[in-house]
């Protein structure tokens, strides 16, 4: 149900919108069609003013060349004999006219047959030079241009000619002297302009006017005659008044009713307007049809409704666009908040089963798991935290902490300091991790050593705080222990037997005969017993290098490594360099196991035959500390197996025909670690291998001092033996309980060396 609203909802949307579209669309349709029908109203109306705009240019230009040329006829009355200066200066102002189309204005005088050498004579005695005239024969009278003025384009002359060969001219003429008045011609080609090619012949026309003088009884003096050329002249004019949006054809009724086209004039366009006037023009019947383009008629509209429908769409699809916007927002709305709903339900459902995934571990996991926030109010404490804590009732006062729970140091007598607790610390930002402290108060009267891992808070808590784990380590620090002791007892217990089969066999190569068979022999027994005990004194270094506590103090790096060096070169050949060395804080008898087993390997791992060398120097380091590297043009170490090497017993395949139990190096760690430092390896630049180590620096002694530590180191190196020896002894390492020299424990020192060198 809900699903088909939602459904119906979604539909309304667009419903709506496609209405006001097509509406909007209809709209648009309906104002361009008033539009349209506006505009072609508008169109017809300015093609009537165009039309009869060109119609009154066509009549106005014809009436004026009728006045000027009837101006001129009159004149031309007045004079008794008209000679060519006359003719000139009343024709002249016909030059700066602009008479469009005009091509010619002559003073044409009838000659008969009999009298052509004396008008001849007697017109160019009036001015007409050189006119000779040529009567065409049939014809009793003829007709002569004597005077001719040439206007628009017109440079041959028909002076002479008999205008009779124009039988359209010949007609006007006698036409007007018939009827005393201006007459026009049907169109013909003017006689000007037989002599062109025939593309650049018009057809034209003249006007004649009669010239009667204006005596009692007239007299018959001649003709003034206009020609026009038809095309010019109806471009011309009709190209004034349109600026070429028109089209038009000027079209004569002859005296036979034919109609003939003076001119037509074409402008480009699909002419859908079209006019037609008829009007008079002497006694002839002249027609003017003017033709338009209704888009490029100016005033007419073009664009508009083009526009109109353009925008109207437009604005329809944006109107439309908007509705459906606006009619499917709300659902769509309406759907995103179900959707957020349904992903917080969802997210909290998560939460829910999260936090009780997490309540489920922290109740049934056997660590201790305490969260305070940043005043130390407790926040989370899981049931194996209570149980271990041995107090039902949480306290939130740091300073009382050590009380309440009984917190003391891993030796059970000495209360912590609430400074050095591992929730306090990490409340001021840092980490710890295997803090040892025992816990005893009336719960736990026996109390339980545990190891802490404290934390800052992680910032996604959303709060500030700490959190500690904690577990129980009473047991596994028992069993350690019995294993220690078990060890120690183990090594004791199989160094007295092998001392004493060394020694026996020891005396027995003293008393044989030096080519005695069996001497090799026992020389094998001491050696395998020496490699025995080499094996046994690693194994308890391995302890030591755990367990022993460190008697840090400052050492002459320099001597030390001279030392080991010494001792390692006293039975072989090698050479070896020794850069300029600092101080360091250290544990003497540990730091010389350190360089005498890297010293060690480095003299061990060398090819079959090769001279083995050593350099060890000191590279540049952070302040405060010293690095020290030990370098050496051995076998090297493949890449793969440098990380691995610190391992115990890891040992690379390269370093299998030398003797040796992979333990060394992990030894190396220990002693480096336990100083603060770290230790890496890399091959050495020009072969062999280059190992590193980092110790905290220490400031170089005064002499008195450096006297009194020099006495100090041979004192530790002395007990370096005894040192190892305590690691064997029962109670090592117990929290709070110093291990106990020893003194039942053989030099051991040279053999080592001699097993060394093996
Ligand atoms: P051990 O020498 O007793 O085998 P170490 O812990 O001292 O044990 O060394 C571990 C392994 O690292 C060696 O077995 C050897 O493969 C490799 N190694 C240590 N030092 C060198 C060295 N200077 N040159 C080449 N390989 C070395």
Redesign the pocket.
């Known amino acids: 149900m809900g699903r088909r609203m939602h459904g119906e909802r979604r539909a309304a949307g667009p419903l709506l919108a496609t209405g006001v579209l097509l509406t909007g669309l209809l709209v648009t349709v309906l104002a361009v069609g008033g539009l349209r029908a506006a505009q072609q109203d508008k169109a017809e109306r300015v093609m009537d003013q165009r039309h009869a705009m060109a119609l009154a240019a066509v009549q106005t230009e014809i009436a004026r060349y009728r006045a000027l040329l009837e101006t001129l006829a009159a004149g031309a009355a007045t004079q008794d004999e008209l000679t060519w200066d006359d003719f000139d200066a009343a024709s002249a102002p016909l030059d700066d006219a602009k008479l469009i189309g005009a091509a010619a204005v002559a003073y044409v005088a009838p000659v008969r047959t009999g009298d052509l050498a004396a008008a001849q004579r007697r017109w160019r005695e009036r001015g007409a030079a050189g006119l000779t005239l040529h009567a065409s024969s049939g014809r009793d009278e003829h007709y002569f241009a004597v005077f001719v003025r040439p206007l628009t384009g017109s440079e041959g002359t028909v002076g002479g000619t008999d205008l009779a060969g124009a039988a359209e001219l010949t007609a006007a003429l006698d036409e007007s002297r018939r009827i005393h008045a201006t007459a026009v011609s049907d169109t013909y080609v003017l006689l000007r302009d037989r002599r062109k090619p025939v593309s650049a012949q018009q057809q034209s026309f003249v006007f004649a006017a009669p010239i009667w003088t204006r005596a009692n009884t007239p007299e018959f003096k001649g003709w003034m005659v206009l020609g026009l050329r038809g095309r010019s002249f109806v471009s011309g004019v009709i190209d004034t008044i349109s600026q070429g949006q028109l089209s038009g054809t000027l079209i004569a009724t002859g005296s036979d009713g034919r109609e003939v086209t003076i001119a037509d004039r074409s402008v480009p366009g699909e002419p859908d307007l079209v006019r037609q006037s008829r009007f008079v023009v002497g006694d002839r019947q002249w027609t003017l049809v003017t033709r338009a383009d209704i888009g490029r008629l100016p005033g007419a509209g073009g664009q508009a409704p083009g526009l109109v429908l353009g925008g109207g769409a437009l604005l329809s699809g944006l109107l439309a666009g908007l509705v459906q916007v606006l009619a499917t927002g709300r659902a769509r709305a309406r759907a995103q908040v179900e959707v957020a709903t349904r992903e917080l339900r969802e997210a909290e459902a998560a939460s829910r089963r999260q936090a009780g995934v997490l309540a489920a571990v922290l109740d049934t996991i056997g660590d201790g798991v305490t969260v305070v926030d940043e005043t130390g109010h407790m926040l989370v404490e899981n049931p194996a935290g209570k149980r271990l804590m041995g107090t039902t009732v949480s306290n939130h006062h740091p300073e009382e902490w050590q009380q309440h729970y009984g917190v003391y140091r891993p030796d059970g007598r000495t209360p912590m300091p609430v400074g050095e607790m591992p929730l306090i610390r990490a409340l001021r930002g840092e980490s710890s991790d295997g803090v040892e402290l025992v816990i005893r108060n009336a719960v736990r009267p026996e109390g339980v050593l545990i190891s802490v891992d404290g934390r800052p808070l992680d910032p996604s808590a959303g709060l500030p705080g700490a959190v500690v784990v904690f577990r129980d380590i009473t047991e596994l620090r028992r069993y350690e222990t019995d294993l220690q002791v078990f060890a120690g007892v183990v090594a004791h217990d199989l160094k007295a037997p092998l001392a004493l089969t060394r020694g026996h066999a020891e005396v027995a190569l003293d008393e044989l005969p030096p080519d005695h068979p069996v001497r090799e022999r026992i020389a094998r027994i001491v050696q395998s017993t020496d490699r025995m005990d080499d094996m046994i004194e690693t194994l308890l270094a391995y302890t030591t290098a755990r367990d022993a506590p460190l008697k840090l103090a400052p050492v002459d790096l320099g001597a030390l490594v001279r030392d080991v060096i010494d001792e390692r070169v006293a039975h072989r050949e090698a050479t070896w360099s020794i850069g300029p060395l600092p101080w360091v804080r250290a544990d003497a008898g540990m730091l010389r196991h350190l360089l005498d ?2 010293v060690g ?2 003299f ?2 060398v090819r079959p035959g090769a001279i083995p060398s050593v350099e060890v120097v000191a590279a540049p380091a952070p302040e405060g500390w010293a690095r020290i590297e030990v370098a ?1 043009t ?4 493949p890449d793969a ?1 440098k990380s691995r ?2 391992e115990t017993f ?3 395949e ?2 299998a025909g ?9 030894i ?1 760690r220990r002693i480096v670690e336990r100083h603060g430092g770290e230790i890496g390896v890399a091959d050495n630049p020009g072969g ?2 280059r ?1 590193h180590f980092t110790l905290e620096e220490a400031p170089m002694p005064d002499d008195d001092e450096q006297e009194r530590v020099q006495k100090a180191l041979e004192r530790a190196l002395a007990e370096r033996a005894a040192i190892l020896e305590a690691a064997r002894l029962p109670g090592l390492g117990f929290p709070g309980i110093e291990p106990q020299p020893a003194e039942d424990q053989p030099a051991r020192a040279p053999r080592q060396e001699r097993q060394r060198q093996d």
């Open positions: 087993n890297l390997n480095a061990k791992y050496d051995g076998i090297g170490i197996d090497i610190f890891h040992r690379t390269e370093a030398y003797a040796g139990t992979g333990l060394g190096l992990a190396c062999g291998t190992f």
